[in-house]
């Protein structure tokens, strides 16, 4: 179940047991930010040797990690924000119609981004959060050297996904 669901999480932030710290963490989280995959995969790049900027706000969408020297972004991907057709996503019980749209827009605004950056030549790489979350889940090193071949070829397109049999 994606942890940062407003509708399980607003609850606790809106009391005071949990630390500033903790409490702007979680917040982080809301909006989509600093989130465990996408550190995970920050830490492990910058490992490699690779150099980034994060959330550009000068391109379209924000893309998560930007690497100008190899032309390309990475966007990471939740799979319930973003609406991944994936085991990790579920249509929640609560407020259907809700969340019918709010995820709809998402993926609207996700097609209009990446037609966006393509058309500024930007090479895009899509990092769902499937591949390195659940029973499907890649290994860290899978996803690493995927990653570095896309960064270090021509292509204009990859996606990096759950594992499927
Ligand atoms: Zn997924």
């Known amino acids: 179940?994606?942890?940062?669901?407003?509708?399980?999480?607003?609850?606790?932030?809106?009391?005071?047991?949990?630390?500033?710290?903790?409490?702007?963490?979680?917040?982080?989280?809301?909006?989509?930010?600093?989130?465990?995959?996408?550190m995970i995969i920050r830490r492990a790049l910058f490992r490699e040797g690779f150099r980034y900027r994060l959330h550009d706000k000068k391109l379209p969408g924000k893309p998560d990690l930007v690497l100008c020297k190899y032309n390309a972004v990475v966007l990471i991907n939740g799979c319930f924000w973003h609406g991944h057709s994936c085991h990790l996503f579920k249509w929640p019980k609560s407020r259907p119609e809700f969340w019918r749209d709010k995820i709809s827009d998402n993926k609207v605004r996700d097609v209009r981004n990446i037609a966006a950056l393509t058309n500024s030549g930007w090479r895009i790489l899509t990092i769902w959060e499937c591949a390195l979350k659940g029973k499907h889940r890649r290994s860290l090193d899978d996803v690493i050297s995927k990653t570095s071949s896309f960064l270090l070829s021509d292509n204009s397109f990859r996606t990096i996904e759950y594992k499927s049999k």
């Open 1 to 38: 179940m994606p942890p940062n669901r407003p509708d399980k999480i607003k609850v606790v932030i809106g009391t005071d047991v949990v630390t500033s710290k903790k409490r702007s963490e979680m917040m982080a989280g809301i909006k989509g930010k600093n989130t465990g995959p996408e």
